[in-house]
């Protein structure tokens, strides 16, 4: 570089950087590098508050929110206070749906009608869920979005990085901060895990028959599995992405997309992709093979209606030949957030993403796993809509152009989830409002959806497990019989009328 006043300085565009003499590309739309002079000074090189490679080292009561470094703002205390609160709001809420609320050990009509219910909420709910963590997902690719879309894509992602509590505002440190943050992600599913935990061991002790207060270790175990595949994808993301999603600087080096200001070469990178390492092989690793684990002992165990119930979440939704479609969607969801690791470029994230959904949803429309078309439809909307808007998006990479029409998808796939989640909700409502009826009920809402179930073959009360084993035993066999427009499988109904159990199996009246 030559100075002099016959010469002028080199000048770097917007959404590029440098230290000395070497060049960095800024994250996102750039909004963080405004452009200046090669050797201008950080306070001109970089936009407020930011400082370091990138801009991306926010300088004290700053944060980085992804695109640039903005003022911390509010009380960082009462931050960290609902942080708290919301932890053990939901670790209370989680204690207290482990318990039969029918009695521990009561499997009969009532028990059936309520795990129909929080079945077809949960599935739904989890569908719903996917898509959000999608939303998360897009905001770390580098690819290009319409002003109102990429508004929309950042606020999930923080939701789902805990950005909002403006962890970085309580440290000075920076780089200390970018190891310990990627540490409680990675630490954070062991509070939900550990909860549950802690209900098995109470329930294995001290529950008893017909107890409606203490937890049910099944409930406790299913509630796991439950809780790990709806958020297996913020899981993986957390252990991998956050330690091996890259930007490719002009100079040939790299820095981490979630800590811009961090490049392989400097130390708090190895510690961070030490902590991520462990962490994907405790929660991907082994949680895939946990159910592959499940799925290979699931045929021998039909019989014990203890272990049906712990897995009750990988065998509920779908067909009586299908529970492995559980681990399917598990691996969609690791796969899915590979994509930011494994590409660079936003366009190849993009068609990579494209491919692992749209092959999801023919797998979808071909095996038809579900046996019930709220769930069925929630996943249809969330694989298919999402493939759509992404197939979308591309054009917008090059040209910038079409970009009503992205918005319009997403807010139209967004509608549809939600119209979804509110004719799931009026369907339980009458079911609970009809819980003491003993016909078959059909319930139609939007579009021509049907949901059925039908609760003849059980008990009103009393203890009846060998129903239930009969019928799982009959699911997992494909010799369950099911009414003639009903997709949901019941035990205990043949040919469209109630079967009579044996003696032996007979409820007393007296309810036992």
Known sequence: MVEGPRHMKPRLLPGTMAVGTVAYACVAAGLACPGAAMDAPMAEMCAPGGSGVACAECLANWRFDGHQCVPCTGDRTLALVLFVVGIVVACVFLASITRQAHGYGNFNRAWLRTENTSTLMSAVGASCMLVLQIMALLDMTKALWPLDVGGTLKSTGEVFSLKPMQIECTMENPRSMAVQRTLLMNLMPLIPLSVLAGCYVVGKIWTKEGSKYLPSPEKAVSLIFGVFSTFFLTISSSAINTGFALIRHPSGEASLKFFPFLLTTDSEVLHIRIIGVIGGLVWCVGGLALVT???????????????????????????????WWFLVGVIRAFLLCLSTSLFEDGQWQLVYLVIILGFFSLALFAIKPYTDSLPACAEIVGSVGMSVFLVAALPYQNAASGETFVIVLLWLVLATLGLVVMVTAYVCLQMWRHRDDEQTYTFRGVAGL????????LPTTGRHSDLMVQRHSARLSGRTSTSSNEGHVVSGVQDGAPSQPSVAEAPRDDGT
């Not at 290979?296 to 779908?318: A, Q, T």
């Open 450 to 457: 049907v949901w059925t179930t039908a609760t003849k073959g």
């Open 293 to 323: 684990y499940v799925l290979r002992v699931l045929p021998s165990r039909v019989h014990d209606h203890k272990f049906l119930m712990m897995v009750w979440p990988i065998i509920r939704v779908w067909v009586p030949d299908k529970p």
